[in-house]
């Protein structure tokens, strides 16, 4: 008999949801899942069931869950950052290619000849020069964050023969381990603007970064840069894009996020969100979803959370008690005076947040959910 729910807002691949195993029941349609699965679905008009514990979307961004929301009802919220980097680094590489050699205008072109015969050959000999573009090797790429995937492509266009220089605030001492040494980390975005001829944006989208691309930006850039954004539609800001467009400072602008505003347009390569579309990378978010599920609801590990700390746990010694609760000093010595004894504790902080387990062989008192701060209480 299954002990835990879990309900799927997109489909999941097997590989992933096969690994929550008999103690499961996973399904299209659960009035009172203990867990979803999610990957594109918004979730942001759903009304959140009692019975629900855990979130976890099948990829890096959270824009589709109401994060605040889930805090404030002890809801866990988990991504799969990195499942899907590799996916994305090898399109944002063939959006810098196509952009460069104008390839989709080439095959657009091309087909026009259909119907000359043996002509065919000598036509193209003698159109092809319209589509000439510069190699990449030798040329400096941008790269705006450094995170899983702007790593990678980092790494990937210096193994091609690029400059390449970064721009990460947020750069850890172990991200920065992962680049590749010929990588020349830049203090500013300005820095990037005026030294690239290719901009690849990699940053989640926040009220700090949405229009990173404008008007602004693009007026501190060189001339004929390319600019490429898998990661987020509201880092560019279309309409000053369009301009920068029309006006010959941008030579082209490649895209995962195909809008009405911008298809069809001169110098426009958008793609429809193809990024992560690939069996590996579905396969991996799959997987990665699906254990992260599997921990928090078996032993109440966090791993991979955007609304609660990090905590990687044990065997279980009796029972668990997991505590969702503000971050108030006062609280956790009223919440571990309720235990006539403890086995193991551990509570970390994350914001305005707390996340307390308690391992006891003492019955659990009822008064822990009474105490004023505490969010959630579950027993495992």
């Known amino acids: 008999m299954a002990l835990y729910n879990v309900l ?50 099948a990829g890096a961004g959270t824009n589709n869950i109401p994060i605040d929301k889930c805090t404030k009802a002890g809801i ?7 499942a899907n980097a ?30 000359n015969g043996d002509q ?12 000439a573009g510069p190699e990449i090797k030798g040329k400096t790429l941008g790269v705006v964050g450094l995170g899983a995937i702007g790593a990678l492509v980092a790494n990937a266009a210096a193994a091609l023969g690029m400059k390449v220089i970064g721009y990460d605030p947020f750069l850890s001492v172990a991200g920065a381990l992962k680049l590749d040494p010929e990588v020349e980390y830049k203090a500013t975005l300005d820095d990037i603007y005026a030294e ?16 990173t691309i404008c008007a602004e930006s693009i007026a501190k850039m060189k001339d004929n840069v390319r600019i490429m954004n898998f990661a987020r539609d509201g880092l560019v800001n279309s309409t000053e894009l369009l301009e920068g467009l029309k006006s010959g400072k941008i030579a082209a602008y490649v895209t995962d996020f195909a809008t009405d505003d911008i298809l069809c347009e001169d110098k426009v390569i958008a793609f429809p969100h193809l990024g992560a579309s690939t069996p ?6 799959a997987v990665m979803a699906a254990d992260e599920i599997k921990a928090y609801l078996e032993k109440g590990s966090v791993i991979n959370s955007v609304n609660l700390p990090a905590m990687k746990l044990g065997a279980i010694k009796g029972k668990r008690v997991c505590i969702i609760h503000e971050n108030n000093a006062a609280i956790l010595p009223a919440v571990t005076a309720k235990f006539a004894s403890t086995n193991a504790v551990e509570s970390k902080t994350r914001g305005d947040v707390a996340y307390t387990v308690i391992d006891t062989d003492a019955d659990v008192s009822d008064d822990i959910a009474a ?5 959630s209480v579950r027993v495992i």
């Open 8 to 57: 799927k807002l997109n489909k999941i691949a097997a590989v992933g949801t096969n690994r929550l195993g008999d103690n499961y029941a996973v399904s299209d349609d659960c009035a009172a899942p203990d867990a979803v699965l999610v990957r594109s679905a918004s979730m942001h008009e759903m009304e959140l069931p009692a019975s629900l514990k855990a979130i976890a979307r």
């Open 76 to 82: 866990a919220v988990f991504n799969t950052p990195g």
């Open 86 to 115: 590799n996916a994305v680094k090898e399109l944002v590489l063939a959006g810098m290619l196509i952009s460069s050699r104008n390839v989709v205008g080439g095959i657009d072109w091309a087909k026009t000849l259909k119907g």
């Open 120 to 131: 065919v050959g000598k036509m193209v000999e003698k159109g092809k020069s319209q589509f």
């Open 196 to 211: 690239s001829d290719y901009i690849s944006l990699h940053v989640p989208l926040n009220a700090e970064t949405k229009g």
């Open 280 to 285: 590996e990378s579905e396969d991996n978010c």
């Open 371 to 375: 105490i004023e701060g505490v969010i």
